[in-house]
C-alpha cells in the first residue's frame, strides 16, 4: 500500500519560511493534501494539489509537487507563532475507487520568536 | 452550518471494558470515516461508513467496530479494551460521492485506558 513520509520536527523562527517536507510511494496518486492540526482540536484542510500540477500558491502557502521523485513540500512565508501546528501531508492513491487518503506521521512545526 | 461533533470529547476506561464513540457529520454529508491517532503511529484509519454500509475498512482487530445509522450519525465500538488503545479517535465526514472531496474532522475524542 501507499506509504507517506515526512520529518517529525521543523524549528524556525518567527518571520523566517518554512518548508515541511514529504515523500510517498504510489507514483499514480491523483490528490495530494496537508492538513493541520492545533492543539486540541482535528485536522484541518490547509491545501491540495491535483497530481497533474507541479505548484500551488494560496496566500502565504505554496505548495510543491515533484512527481518524478514522488516529493511533495509546504513552503510557508512570514511564518507566524500561529503557525505552531502539526502538519499532516496526506496523499489519495488511485486505487479500488476508495476515497480514503493516507497520511504521513505529521511534522510538528515550532515557532520561536 | 454545524461541524462535525464528537462525543464524549474524554474518556477514561480500564482494560477489559468497552467503549463506544459518537460521530454526528456535517448536514448532508453521508461518509463517516474514523481514524486513531498516537505518538508512535501517527495517524491510521480505521474505517469508512457510507450510506449505513462499511466501505473500506484498515488494518485493525475485529475488537473495533463501527455503524452507521440512517440519519449518516456513526458509532464506533471498542471491546475487551487495551492499554494499546489509548489514543485521540478522530472521525472525518464528506460527501463521499467524488474523488478527492474534503474530509472534515471533528475535535476527536481522548479515550485513555487504564
Known amino acids: 500500500g501507499e506509504d507517506v513520509e515526512q520529518s517529525l520536527f521543523l524549528s524556525v523562527r518567527e518571520g523566517d519560511s518554512s518548508v515541511i517536507n514529504c515523500t510517498y510511494t504510489d507514483s499514480s496518486s491523483t490528490y495530494l493534501y496537508w492538513y493541520k492540526q492545533e492543539p486540541g482540536a482535528g485536522l484541518q484542510l490547509l491545501t491540495y494539489?491535483?497530481?497533474?500540477?507541479d505548484m500551488k500558491q494560496d496566500q502565504r502557502l505554496t505548495v510543491l509537487l515533484n512527481k518524478k521523485d514522488k516529493h511533495l513540500s509546504l513552503r510557508i512565508a512570514d511564518t507566524q507563532t500561529g503557525d505552531s501546528a502539526i502538519y499532516f501531508c496526506?496523499?489519495?492513491?488511485?486505487?479500488?475507487?476508495?476515497?480514503?487518503?493516507?497520511f504521513g506521521r505529521g511534522t510538528s512545526l515550532i515557532v520561536h520568536p | 452550518k454545524a461541524g462535525v461533533t464528537q462525543t464524549p470529547r474524554y474518556l477514561i476506561k480500564t482494560r477489559g471494558q468497552q467503549v463506544t464513540l459518537s460521530c454526528s457529520p456535517i448536514s448532508g454529508h453521508r461518509s463517516v470515516s474514523w481514524y486513531q491517532q498516537t505518538p508512535g503511529q501517527g495517524l491510521q484509519f480505521l474505517f469508512e461508513y457510507f450510506s449505513e454500509t462499511q466501505r473500506n475498512k484498515g488494518n485493525f482487530p475485529g475488537r473495533f467496530s463501527g455503524r452507521q445509522f440512517s440519519n449518516s450519525r456513526s458509532e464506533m465500538n471498542v471491546s475487551t479494551l487495551e492499554l494499546g488503545d489509548s489514543a485521540l479517535y478522530l472521525c472525518?465526514?464528506?460527501?463521499?460521492?467524488?474523488?478527492?472531496?474534503?474530509?472534515?474532522f471533528g475535535p476527536g475524542t481522548r479515550l485513555t485506558v487504564l
Open positions: 472525518a465526514s464528506s460527501t463521499g460521492t467524488g474523488e478527492g472531496d474534503e474530509q472534515f
Open positions: 496526506a496523499v489519495l492513491p488511485l486505487s479500488g475507487g476508495s476515497y480514503i487518503p493516507t
Open positions: 494539489i491535483f497530481s497533474n500540477m
